[in-house]
């Protein structure tokens, strides 16, 4: 059975970090790619980076260029994203989301597994 479980979300101050973990099981992370997405209250959900199967091509969202790193430990079945200089706006239930890596880089279109997500809240 196939499975993305989210955990790392909470409460955090403006300018504070955090880091998700998306815990993959059920099929083989290391041929698949997996993206962060997010959604706010009255918003649609949004791309907010990826990276393919190996970790060497990576993208990020204009909006959190600079402040996210997303990688990866396919010997964990893990995928990580670091969260620095947090912003009111980055508010959301952050997912995780999975599809087979056709090899020509990460797009956010197509993901076929996806987590139920955690909450990242970013208030004084």
């Known amino acids: 059975q196939v499975q993305l479980v989210e955990s790392g979300g909470g409460l955090v101050q403006p300018g504070g970090s955090l880091r998700l973990s998306c815990a993959a099981s059920?099929?083989?992370?290391?041929?698949?790619?997996i993206a962060w997405f997010r959604q706010a209250p009255g918003k649609e959900r949004e791309g907010v980076s990826c990276?393919?199967?190996?970790?060497?091509?990576?993208s990020y969202a204009d909006s959190v260029k600079g402040r996210f790193t997303i990688s990866r430990d396919n010997a964990k079945k893990t995928v990580y994203l670091q969260m620095n200089s947090l912003k009111p706006e980055d508010t959301a239930v952050y997912y995780c989301?999975?599809?087979?890596?056709?090899?020509?880089?990460?797009?956010?279109?197509?993901?076929?597994?996806w987590g139920q997500g955690t909450q990242v809240t970013v208030s004084s």
């Open positions: 990276s393919d199967s190996s970790g060497g091509s990576t």
């Open positions: 059920g099929f083989t992370v290391g041929v698949y790619t």
């Open positions: 989301a999975a599809k087979w890596d056709i090899g020509r880089g990460c797009t956010f279109a197509d993901y076929v597994y």
